[in-house]
């Protein structure tokens, strides 16, 4: 009962504010502290503030978030260890020792390409490649 009355004041007061606002012209703040104003009034109305309020000295309740905690902190904590360990990595040369590899993950993932062949050195540049830069340079006067 207390609370419902607590929201009501805060509504009541939030649309006096979004009144004075609207009077000094300015209705894009007033519009948006009007509805800034009807929340309270509004979770009220649809038994959220009750729900809040018997969840709040219920100890069932509590113990329930205690649980819901303690799932959070565990998957956070595994998923950190497993990336800072990789193991993904790990469980992949495992997989290849055992010959449990799928057979479509050994093929090539490009195609056309020999398993294990290296790819060319590129060409190390030389004064025809820098012509070029010099020629941009200098026709913009650098």
């Known amino acids: 009962m207390l609370a419902e009355t607590?929201?009501?004041a805060v509504s009541v007061a939030g649309l006096g504010i979004?009144?004075?606002t609207a009077y000094r012209r300015r209705f894009l703040t007033a519009a948006r502290i009007a509805a800034y104003a009807l929340v309270p009034v509004g979770l009220v109305m649809t038994g959220a503030?009750?729900?809040l309020a018997a969840t709040a000295f219920s100890p069932t309740a509590w113990?329930?978030?205690g649980v819901?905690?303690?799932a959070w902190l565990l998957f956070t904590t595994t998923r950190a260890v497993e990336r800072r360990r990789g193991a993904g990595r790990q469980e992949a040369t495992a997989g290849k020792r055992a010959g449990t590899a799928a057979p479509a993950a050994s093929a090539p993932s490009l195609g056309g390409g020999q398993r294990g062949a290296r790819p060319e050195p590129r060409p190390t540049p030389t004064g025809d490649d820098f012509s070029d830069i010099e020629a941009i340079l200098k026709k913009h006067g650098i």
């Open 18 to 20: 979004a009144a004075v």
């Open 68 to 70: 819901l905690g303690v």
């Open 63 to 65: 113990a329930g978030f």
């Open 6 to 8: 607590i929201c009501s």
């Open 49 to 51: 503030v009750e729900w």
